[in-house]
């Protein structure tokens, strides 16, 4: 009986030691996960700070530059207008003298 009681400790033992080794693994993996949460956490912050930068010197630059850029439009409009109204011109010009 004895023999018997030492071999279901022994056993024991060994599925205890294995579950501990287990919890061990699990244990350091929670911890390299919650160390990078924290560092994806800092990441995020850091890229959301940089995004409201970035946001910021946009609106400056807009309002900096703003005349500029919508002259430039305009004078492209200007042109384009100009140019469809001397190519609509010519397309007249062409129908009159070939229906004559």
């Given at each position: 009986?004895?023999?018997?009681i ?8 060994t ?10 693994e ?9 160390s990078?949460a ?13 995004m409201?930068?970035?946001k910021t010197?946009?609106?400056?630059a ?13 004078f492209?409009?200007l ?6 109204g ?15």
């Open positions: 009986q004895l023999a018997s030492q071999a279901g400790v022994a056993i024991a033992r599925t205890v030691d294995d579950k501990a080794n287990e919890l061990r699990v244990k350091e993996r929670v911890e390299k996960e919650s990078s924290k560092v994806i956490s800092e990441l995020k912050k850091d890229a959301a700070d940089e409201k930068q970035m010197e946009f609106k400056e807009l309002k900096s530059g703003g005349g500029v850029s919508s002259l430039s439009f305009y492209l409009l042109l384009i207008v100009a140019l469809g001397v190519g609509y011109n010519r397309y007249r010009k062409i129908m009159k003298s070939h229906l004559l």
